[in-house]
């Protein structure tokens, strides 16, 4: 499958895009919202803080993390797809979050002598990366000294694991149909590929560690479906 190809990624993000929100709410039931809270409540973003978003899509967590450190803290929300972007910008808008910056940039481009930040965080990016190794390091070197990361994602278990069968079940009854009926099935059929090439948690925290983290750890959510990841630099 061709999916991780930088253009198709980009492709398929600014052609669902106008659906994103509403399906994400609908697959999940509005689950996603309470695993970015967790995600965001483990990391504890204070007052101040210097917090970027990383393919933040259309800004969920940008949103979390703004209100935990105002008044005089900043969060940068940054993906390379301009229309998924572009509803992060109006969401912002109508919210009245105006001091949430918004970049269009591949994370994998940022050149990290320019910019630094304390914490970071990444639902369901780091799986849509060409290269995972290449991701964290990435985060490790926009990082501050002890700064800390957290990456929320599908969780890749163990293949015929109980956990793994009800994720296919999921995907392939739940997920593809409901987005067939928005002619988005392609587009949403990939997530299934996308996890079987997504490390597994032992996996992520020994490229955490090669990367250089010094403290990681990583828990599973909801029946080992989805997967935390906590990086400490
Ligand atoms: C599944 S969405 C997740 C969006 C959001 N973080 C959320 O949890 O709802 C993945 C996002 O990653 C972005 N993305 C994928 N590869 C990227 C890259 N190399 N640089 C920047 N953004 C990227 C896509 O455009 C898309 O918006």
């Avoid at 509803?87 to 910019?115: F, P, T, V």
Wanted: charge should be positive.
């Amino acid at each position: 499958m061709q999916y991780k190809k930088y253009n198709n990624v980009k492709t398929i993000f600014n052609k669902i895009s106008y659906k994103y929100d509403f399906l994400n709410n609908l697959l999940s039931l509005g689950l996603h919202k309470l695993w970015k809270r967790k995600l965001v409540n483990l990391l504890q973003p204070i007052d101040g803080e210097n917090w970027a978003d990383l393919c933040c899509g259309t800004g969920d967590l940008s949103f979390l993390i703004y209100k935990k450190i105002l008044p005089t803290g900043s969060v940068t929300g940054i993906d390379n797809a301009r229309e998924i972007l572009e509803l992060a910008k109006q969401k912002s808008k109508i919210i009245g979050h105006k001091l949430i910056k918004w970049e269009m940039k591949d994370i994998l481009e940022i050149d990290h002598n320019k910019q630094k930040f304390d914490g970071i965080c990444i639902s369901y990016g780091l799986r849509n990366l060409v290269n995972v190794e290449k991701g964290m390091e990435t985060m490790f070197n926009l990082l501050n000294e002890k700064g800390r990361a957290g990456c929320l994602d599908f969780n890749h278990s163990r293949e015929n694991s109980i956990s793994d069968l009800f994720q296919k079940i999921y995907l392939r009854l739940i997920v593809v149909p409901i987005s067939r009926i928005f002619q988005l099935s392609n587009e949403y059929s990939y997530i299934e590929d996308s996890i079987k090439n997504y490390p597994d948690g032992d996996k992520l925290i020994s490229i955490a560690k090669k990367v250089g983290f010094r403290k990681v750890s990583y828990l599973t959510l909801f029946f080992r479906q989805m997967g935390i990841l906590i990086l400490e630099k």
